[in-house]
């Protein structure tokens, strides 16, 4: 499919949904502007759901204003959504039918071909977490995180791409010896996952174990290149000695490295997604991603010529 554009769209904010006194909720005026400007740039999209509130999960109270993004955005062919609730990483047993029939229902009305979601903990014990930390990289921590992903395999309506998670220094913690990249691979071939490989992801993780340099390409190997249907890459930077995932929309060259070399390791690969632009409300894209994204869409065409 080459080139999409990736969008967390939280409520409230200039990129994501508003109020209208004569319309109610509805997607704000920056995101329409941007999906317009670059309609050419993308061949699908998906976008990240964000809870309204914290009540019970129903479908109904988003079907409003996700009816009016999908009237008013460019007809792209394809959309994804990226979810938060499964909890993939979690060790503890917790019913998840209410949010696996909340999101069958988001896929029967909208036709999402694929549902994404990190291979992390996004809560303990129901409890939320500020950012979601990877999962236990422990023998119980592997058994619980295959018996998640295939227990949302079996019941969601569309694919699950489980996504290899972030490791950033100062928000996320490593608890076991299990390598991530080993650990994510059993957990991909045990599920019969397809997988979603976060450029910055992997980065942040070969940076939290003190490599540098050629290094942090190192160990491509011990991924699951065969299951790789999606490849995400959102902005980062380096402060110091953090890696900092932020998606800002500012790609790294060291992002651009790793994706030319990541790719023809994935003879699977459909997608690669720029996700979590920031722009404008003229849906310009911030000055300093300019650079990033014109190589990242460049790289893009020339493969899929190729």
């Given at each position: ?140 921590g592997l058994e619980a995180s295959i018996r998640n992903c295939t ?39 045990q599920s019969n996952s397809p997988a979603t490989l976060d450029i ?107």
């Open positions: 499919m080459g080139l999409g554009v990736g969008l967390d769209l939280p409520w409230g904010a200039p990129i994501g949904f508003g109020f209208a006194q004569d319309r109610g909720d509805e997607i704000t005026p920056n995101v329409l502007s941007f999906l317009a400007r670059h309609e050419q740039d993308f061949n699908y999209w998906f976008i990240s759901w964000q809870p309204r509130g914290r009540n019970q999960l129903d479908a109904a109270e988003y079907f409003a204003v996700y009816d009016d993004l999908f009237e008013r955005a460019p007809n792209f062919a394809v959309r994804g959504l990226h979810q938060t609730s499964f909890n993939l990483g979690a060790l503890e047993h917790y019913d998840r039918s209410a949010v696996i029939e909340f999101t069958n229902a988001l896929i029967e009305r909208y036709g999402f071909k694929w549902v994404n979601e990190d291979l992390g903990l996004w809560s303990i014990h129901g409890r939320s977490l500020p950012y979601p930390l990877p999962p236990y990289l422990t023998d119980a227990e949302v395999q079996e019941q969601l309506a569309a694919p699950l791409l489980v996504e290899f998670p972030g490791f950033s220094d100062g928000t996320s913690f490593v608890i076991g010896s299990w390598h991530g990249y080993d650990f994510f691979r059993e957990v991909v071939e910055g992801h992997l980065l942040s993780y070969q940076w939290l174990r003190g490599l540098r340099g050629e290094e942090l390409y190192s160990e491509l190997d011990l991924l699951p290149t065969d299951h790789c249907f999606e490849i995400h890459l959102s902005g980062c930077e380096t402060s110091g000695e953090r890696f900092l995932d932020y998606h800002h929309g500012i790609l790294m060259e060291e992002q651009l490295v790793l994706l030319e070399r990541l790719v023809p390791l994935c003879p699977n690969l459909k997608a690669i997604t720029y996700e979590d632009p920031k722009f404008d409300a003229e849906g310009t894209l911030v000055a300093q991603s300019h650079d990033g994204f014109h190589a990242l869409r460049d790289m893009v065409a020339g493969w899929r010529q190729s």
